[in-house]
């Protein structure tokens, strides 16, 4: 079993950053793949951002060159590095993981991993 902490989440304003992070706990194979995604009230879960073991990682659109994910093997940490945050960012996010390879496509799709965590929530205010 794998065990997925999120943290890091806030009340922000426009143009403000937060980093989220997720901790993970438990077997993951060398070929895993983790991910973010977000949900905001009314709306569909969101996939932005995965990242593979060996680095190759995909973006949502509506966050490139503002997100950066990122993963520190020796801390079994994942992060989310978000700048220049806008309202439509407010969401509860979550951080996601497979504990086996995961294609560069696939990254962003939430069938694809079978473990997640309980959700951090980030608020932007205009």
């Known amino acids: 079993q794998v065990q997925l902490v999120e943290s890091g989440g806030g009340s922000v304003q426009a143009g403000g950053s937060l980093r989220l992070s997720c901790v993970a706990s438990?077997?993951?194979?060398?070929?895993?793949?983790m991910g973010w995604f977000r949900q905001a009230p009314g709306k569909a879960r969101e996939g932005v951002a995965g990242i593979t073991h060996y680095g190759s990682s995909n973006y949502a659109d509506s966050v490139k060159g503002r997100f950066t994910i990122s993963q520190d093997n020796a801390k079994n940490t994942l992060y989310l590095q978000m700048n220049n945050l806008k309202p439509e960012d407010t969401a509860m996010y979550y951080c996601a993981a497979k504990s086996a390879t995961c294609q560069w496509y696939q990254l962003r799709v939430g069938f694809v991993y079978n473990y997640w965590g309980q959700g951090t929530q980030v608020t932007v205010s205009s």
């Open positions: 438990g077997y993951i194979a060398n070929n895993y793949c």
